[in-house]
């Protein structure tokens, strides 16, 4: 199992998130690297923070942040990926995998067909902003800003894994909601659990077989290195 | 010596060049044959079998990088770029590749028995520096006296490439769910890698100081 972490991305600077909601800054996106590289973390997802309000300057700020970004540890890179011209906006920056939320919920099959097209089905995540309500899964959809239906098949079909973000328990120290995985119809080495991830949970997950955990607050807030977490 | 990388508009070609960078080896973007110049050509690779063909195709690179093999040019490709230098892909609905290596690059789980349709992650590393020498790849570049690497390397693929004939050249991938696979080939001025180098940390950068 991959220990890997997330580093929201908002206005040229990096974010911890609680709850969805509150916002802890972090510093210059590369300083939050540097960290996260020296931690001997497997991989880093950045996501920028967009919901239904994104605009075309800050868009290319947070690229050109991203394409001077020095790096040797895998990166994933997602938020705003909405339309054509924007994936033709990423295509030569130093990142291996595209992370896309808002597309896999409203099912917009064109623009997943044309990113795998250029990147290859190996580059696709999804993501799912999740959390349980009344022990039924509900799911946030950033660019309507409200919650939707999603259609598993079509998540299952087009991505190569899978990150459930627990929103609900993100920043919770071991919060991560199990009961969302037991609901979700997705196979389980195609999962990448993230929101309230610690240690316990951490090692719960490798149980369950998923492919990785992204333990972003752990990391961050208390200076760990990732060999605690790195079981099996 | 300034490496040349192949740039076909895709792929992660700065992470390439921060990791020669860092190494101190000079690199430079290559858009076109004409301005093609280098004892060294990369073949980086994120992307998908389709479109990379159609672009090296239609920049008049497919026949460059063959004739460049018989001229004794070292071609590295990784990933993508490992998987473009066999003779076909399945990738992409089926793609004729250059046919540099005697060898198919197949969907993993059409050929692994445990239903693995990808892989993405970590896997560990060893090599041996004499495996160059005893397959005829000459490096007059001496940036390291190391010898061994020990150490773990990154890859994420859906697609593998299989060698047609058994042989010392290629390394299979440490991990027995997809050990049919080749992690890392060498065949004369070829070198091709599953994995990718320049995301594998220290270890990626010792495997490129020793054989650039």
Known sequence: MRIGATLLLKNGFCYQSYGWKLLRPLGSLQNAVDHLEEYCIDEIAIIRLCRNNENKSSLMADLKLIKDLDCMTPIAFGGGLRDIQT??????????????SSSFIEKNQKLLDYAVNIFGNQAIISLLPLYLDDLKIKCFC???SKDFEIDMEFIDSLS??????????????????MKILEQIKIPTSKIIATGGIGDLKSRQLYELGIA???????????????SYFKVG | MIIDIIDLGIGNISSLQ???????????????????????ILLPGVGAMGVYMNRLESKGFDSYIVE?????????????????????????????????????????????????????????????RSLLQTCGYKNNYKRTRK??????????????????????????????KINSFSSLYVNKNIIGMQFHPEKSQHTGLQLLSMIL
């Not at chain 1, 190569?160 to 909601?177: A, L, M, Q, S, T």
């Not at chain 2, 540099?100 to 693995?116: A, D, F, R």
Request: hydrophobic share 35%.
């Open chain 1, 87 to 100: 994936i033709e906006l990423v295509k030569n920056l130093p990142i291996e995998r595209l992370i896309f």
């Open chain 1, 142 to 144: 950033p660019s309507l």
């Open chain 1, 160 to 177: 190569n894994e899978v990150i459930i973000y627990d929103i609900k328990n993100e920043g919770n120290f071991d919060g991560f909601e």
């Open chain 1, 212 to 226: 990785a955990t992204y333990i972003d607050n752990t990391t961050l807030h208390r200076e760990y290195s990732t």
């Open chain 2, 18 to 40: 921060n990791s020669l960078h860092r190494l101190n080896i000079l690199s430079r973007r290559v858009d076109s044959t004409q301005a093609l110049n280098s004892d060294t």
């Open chain 2, 68 to 128: 460049a093999v018989k001229s004794n040019v070292r071609v590295i490709g990784i990933c993508l770029g490992f998987q473009v230098l066999t003779k076909y892909s399945e990738e992409s609905g089926g793609v004729k590749c250059l046919g540099l290596i005697e060898g198919i690059t197949h969907k993993l789980s059409k050929v692994t028995k445990k239903n693995i349709s990808t892989h993405n992650g970590w896997e560990e590393f060893f090599f041996d």
């Open chain 2, 147 to 176: 010898n061994y690497i020990r150490g773990r390397v990154f890859y994420n693929h859906e697609y593998g490439v299989i060698p047609e004939m058994e042989s010392n050249q290629s390394i299979q991938i440490p991990n027995e």
